[in-house]
């Protein structure tokens, strides 16, 4: 199937290809910057972070390492309850390590703040953390992301390694589903 057929069970497409590509490219000069002659270690959370992690490290003139973190929410249906189980743990020892988490979407803060303070309690140098999207308005607590690349509505989004029911992660934009689509 054609990227552009599954385009139409979007209602709306927020983000295309180019603006994320442009954001991301932005991003990675400050994060170059900030992280100059250092070795960082790039945590990516799966399955929605693949896109951003792969889109993001190339970019990146840095010495890099990447490693993976698979996570899962307990509670009802898609809300976030802050209680988290790891599936897949790191193979990195963290001590002494600039680690930076890099995140598909920050939705309530839940997942994100819950594994901000696992990390750090292993001894790393720093722990930071790089989205690619944030709702401001679903924010139940308050999370420090230092690279943030796009603030959006408050509304349910697939595409770019987001999926409803495991699908549209592909999609190299990112938008809302349109309702006809759960039927
Ligand atoms: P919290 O609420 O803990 O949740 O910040 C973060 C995780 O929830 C998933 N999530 C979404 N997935 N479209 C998706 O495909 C969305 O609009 C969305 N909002 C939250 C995602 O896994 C994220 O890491
Ligand atoms: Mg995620």
């Given at each position: 199937?054609?990227?552009?057929?599954?385009e139409?069970?979007?209602?709306?497409?927020?983000?295309?290809?180019?603006?994320?590509?442009?954001?991301?490219?932005?991003?990675?000069?400050?994060?170059?910057?900030?992280?100059?002659?250092?070795?960082?270690?790039?945590?990516?959370?799966?399955k929605?972070?693949?896109?951003?992690?792969?889109?993001?490290?190339r970019?990146?003139?840095?010495?890099v390492?990447?490693?993976?973190?698979?996570?899962?929410?307990?509670?009802?249906?898609?809300?976030?309850?802050?209680?988290?189980r790891?599936?897949?743990?790191?193979?990195?020892?963290?001590?002494?390590?600039?680690?930076?988490?890099?995140?598909?979407?920050?939705?309530?803060?839940?997942?994100?703040?819950?594994?901000?303070?696992?990390?750090?309690?292993?001894?790393?140098?720093?722990?930071?953390?790089?989205a690619?999207?944030?709702?401001?308005?679903?924010?139940?607590?308050?999370?420090?992301?230092?690279?943030?690349?796009?603030?959006?509505?408050?509304?349910?989004?697939?595409?770019?390694?987001?999926?409803?029911?495991?699908?549209?992660?592909n999609?190299?934009?990112?938008?809302?589903?349109?309702?006809?689509?759960?039927?």
């Open positions: 199937m054609e990227s552009s057929d599954i139409g069970d979007l209602e709306e497409i927020l983000l295309t290809e180019e603006q994320i590509r442009d954001r991301l490219s932005e991003l990675s000069r400050v994060i170059e910057a900030d992280y100059a002659g250092e070795d960082l270690l790039l945590v990516g959370v799966l929605g972070a693949v896109m951003v992690m792969a889109d993001l490290a970019e990146l003139r840095l010495r390492t990447m490693d993976w973190m698979a996570v899962s929410s307990y509670g009802s249906g898609t809300e976030s309850s802050g209680v988290v790891i599936l897949k743990d790191l193979d990195t020892d963290l001590t002494d390590r600039k680690v930076l988490i890099v995140e598909d979407i920050i939705d309530s803060g839940l997942t994100l703040s819950w594994l901000l303070a696992n990390l750090n309690s292993r001894g790393p140098e720093s722990v930071e953390v790089c690619l999207l944030r709702k401001p308005q679903a924010a139940r607590v308050n999370v420090d992301v230092k690279y943030v690349g796009f603030d959006i509505p408050n509304k349910f989004v697939v595409g770019y390694g987001l999926d409803y029911a495991e699908r549209y992660r999609l190299r934009s990112v938008g809302i589903l349109a309702p006809h689509v759960y039927g």
